[in-house]
């Protein structure tokens, strides 16, 4: 009798366990409003109001973003602070960009412990937080931040340490969910409306900058190059003369004597004419307007001759032109190679199993945008993936499959005008295809062109075709070009010759590179 009672407190301790371990840390739906469990800073540069209202559409609500060109910071600490050093932590949340995004933030962060004495109040952008992660959009920055603030054993500085090669931001107006997975064996995995875009290693350099695990030796910063080290490769040849028939004068080109004038080549007929079909206006004022003088068209009659006006002889290149002189290069006897300085041991060098992360003591949104409609929900902390997931089905998802009905529906309606479905995958691609490291010369350019192509979905495929374009070219150098100079390109936009001045009411008409010799 004694071992049934035994086994059901067993039975019932565990279920117990279970259910606590499947309940959220921290979630925040937003239902009721947010006054007196957030606290909205109380610095003079946050001058955004913050606004409990409804999801467009929806009788859901959410933290608002009310107002454009405006900083807003608001804090809610935990009861107890959440560790991250065992076992699966989830950092969730959803973000609606009900305006669109054209430059801010929307991104959350994990607030680590602060001094005693600290005032919620005082919450602003020097704020020291663990984890600050989300969408953050702005010129060339387009990007789901993670950012790790890690602090060194060895030194006691923390160390913002990025994510590289983050997803970039969905463009739409649409409800998304941002999931990001910490796990015991140094995993951290970033979703998207629970689909997996980014996973990385912690302890991997060459998925965080800097790396968290600092290198074990650095340039010696106190060894300098020597007076006589030389890193020339090849000389002029200190031996080599100019020869004695070599004419640095002689030109380019020269008429060619040879030529002679094409038979009935009019000499007597200008090339162009006053237009005998044009009048002068009847309002013209010869005063104000001065003397009233035909335009000009082509001479007809040149179009069937040979030429018009005085003809001249053509030029041709100078067979004794030779230019500059210039001795020939050979190799520097004296060449040394490309000096550096000597490694030493890296005084700041640490071994770590895994990071020592900071506690999260609290969650803020600190952020400057120039967009309002921003509307935060959902946000979660849960030490179990099943949580979130189910979290996500229950209030995200219905959300935003009636969303996308009523984006269909007004694509639909707009027609050829409207950002098709298609479009708006191609500029996803787009937007990935900039994120390529070896393409980030041309980051900015690329990401200018494609924000341009989003306003004007009638240009797609021209900014794909110039965007591939440019993609192939860099590609194809890197593969077969060798070591070979670096290339540059300049790329320019062009814009119809109508436009007012203002680049904002020109329209976009094509896109194009051209290599730099």
């Known amino acids: 009798m004694m071992g049934g009672r035994a086994l059901l407190l067993l039975l019932v301790s565990a279920l117990l366990v279970q259910i606590r371990a499947s309940d959220p840390v921290l979630y925040e739906s937003f239902d009721e409003d947010f006054e007196g469990r957030w606290v909205v800073s109380k610095k003079d540069e946050y001058q955004g109001v913050w606004k409990h209202a409804k999801s467009d559409g929806h009788e859901d609500y959410g933290l608002l973003v009310s107002e454009k060109a405006r900083k807003y910071a608001i804090i809610k600490e935990l009861d107890e602070p959440v560790t991250l050093k065992d076992g699966t932590v989830v950092l969730q ?16 962060k994990y607030i680590r412990p602060q001094e005693a004495g600290w005032d919620a109040k005082e919450f602003d952008n020097e704020t020291p937080y663990t984890i600050m992660f989300g969408p953050d959009k702005c010129g060339s920055t387009n990007k789901v931040h993670f950012i790790l603030k890690h602090k060194n054993p060895k030194t006691g500085k923390y160390v913002e340490h990025h994510l590289k090669f983050p997803p970039s931001v969905p463009y739409d107006k649409l409800s998304h969910v941002y999931t990001a997975i910490l796990k015991p064996d140094n995993e951290v995995r970033i979703l998207v409306d629970g689909e997996e875009k980014k996973k990385a290693n912690f302890l991997s350099a060459d998925d965080f900058e800097p790396a968290l695990i600092p290198p074990k030796t650095i340039p010696d910063p106190e060894d300098k190059k020597p007076e006589d080290w030389d890193e020339r490769a090849k000389i002029p040849d200190p031996d080599a003369v100019k020869p004695d028939d070599w004419d640095e004068d002689a030109p380019l080109e020269i008429e060619d004597e040879e030529a002679t004038k094409p038979e009935g080549w009019l000499d007597d007929e200008p090339e162009e004419i006053d237009d005998p ?5 009847e309002d013209w004022d010869d005063e104000e307007d001065g003397e009233w003088e035909a335009p000009k068209i082509d001479n007809p009659k040149c179009e069937v001759a040979p030429g018009c006006g005085e003809w001249k002889k053509p030029m041709k290149q100078n067979p004794a032109y030779k230019g500059k002189w210039h ?7 004296n060449y040394k190679g490309i000096w550096k300085p000597q490694e030493i041991p890296n005084p700041e060098y640490f071994e770590l199993d895994k990071p020592d992360f900071d506690p999260i003591a609290a969650i803020g949104i600190e952020i400057w945008t120039m967009q309002d409609g921003i509307l935060f929900d959902n946000i979660l902390i849960a030490d179990d993936e099943k949580v979130a997931t189910s979290i996500l089905e229950k209030t995200w998802k219905p959300k ?12 639909a309606a707009a027609g050829a005008d409207g950002l098709s479905e298609f479009q708006k995958k191609v500029f996803d691609i787009l937007y990935k295809i900039a994120d390529i490291p070896f393409l980030a010369p041309y980051k900015t350019k690329i990401i200018d062109v494609i924000e341009k ?3 004007q979905p009638n240009i797609t495929i021209g900014i794909l075709v110039s965007i591939v374009v440019v993609f192939v070219t860099v590609l194809f150098r890197i593969l077969f070009g060798g070591k070979k100079p670096a290339v540059s ?11 007012t001045g203002r680049e904002e009411n020109a329209q976009l008409i094509s896109f194009a590179c051209r290599r730099l010799l």
Do not use: T, W
């Not at 001795?327 to 520097?332: F, G, H, V």
């Open 93 to 108: 949340f959803e973000v609606r960009l009900q305006n669109g995004l054209e430059c801010g933030g929307a991104y959350i």
């Open 277 to 281: 079909e044009a009048a002068k206006p």
């Open 327 to 333: 001795a020939p290069m050979i190799d520097n006897p």
């Open 400 to 411: 935003y499959e009636v969303e996308k009905e009523k984006e269909k529906a007004e694509e």
């Open 453 to 455: 192509g989003e306003q």
């Open 489 to 499: 390109y300049s790329c320019q936009l062009f814009y119809s010759p109508c436009h």
